[in-house]
Nanobody, 125 residues
Framework: QVQVVESGGGLVQAGGSLRLTCTAS????????VAWFRRTPQKERDFVAV????????KYLESAEGRFIISRDNAKNTVTLEMSSVRPEDTGRYLC??????????????????WGQGTQVTVSS
């Protein structure tokens, strides 16, 4: 059984930084694309960032480009989202998702099969 667990969220002031970690058990993570989505009152699952199986390709939400960095350590079965220069609009519950996605489908939440419960990020102004 797959278990996906996120950690690292919290309350941070605008302009600060946070590091989110996604850990998967029950799967060899190196076979899977891993993405971060964000849940807010306005949107159930908004794509934030994705990383390919070997980490050679990354994609970001346009507003996250240049501020967030997604990386992975397949030996440790973890994926990390480094968030810097955070803004109040980055607030939300960040969910980690894993799946065998096609290259063009990475921002579609339905392309992912396993999800964590999320970790809350709150950015104060």
């Amino acid at each position: 059984q797959v278990q996906v667990v996120e950690s690292g969220g919290g309350l941070v002031q605008a302009g600060g930084s946070l590091r989110l970690t996604c850990t998967a058990s029950g799967r060899t993570l190196s076979f899977y694309t891993v993405a971060w989505f964000r849940r807010t009152p306005q949107k159930e699952r908004d794509f934030v960032a994705v990383i390919s199986t070997q980490g050679t390709t990354t994609k970001y939400l346009e507003s996250a480009e240049g501020r967030f960095i997604i990386s992975r350590d397949n030996a440790k079965n973890t994926v990390t989202l480094e968030m810097s220069s955070v803004r109040p609009e980055d607030t939300g519950r960040y969910l980690c998702a894993i799946g065998l996605t096609n290259a063009g489908d990475y921002s579609n939440p339905n392309a992912y099969t396993d999800w964590g419960q999320g970790t809350q990020v709150t950015v104060s102004s």
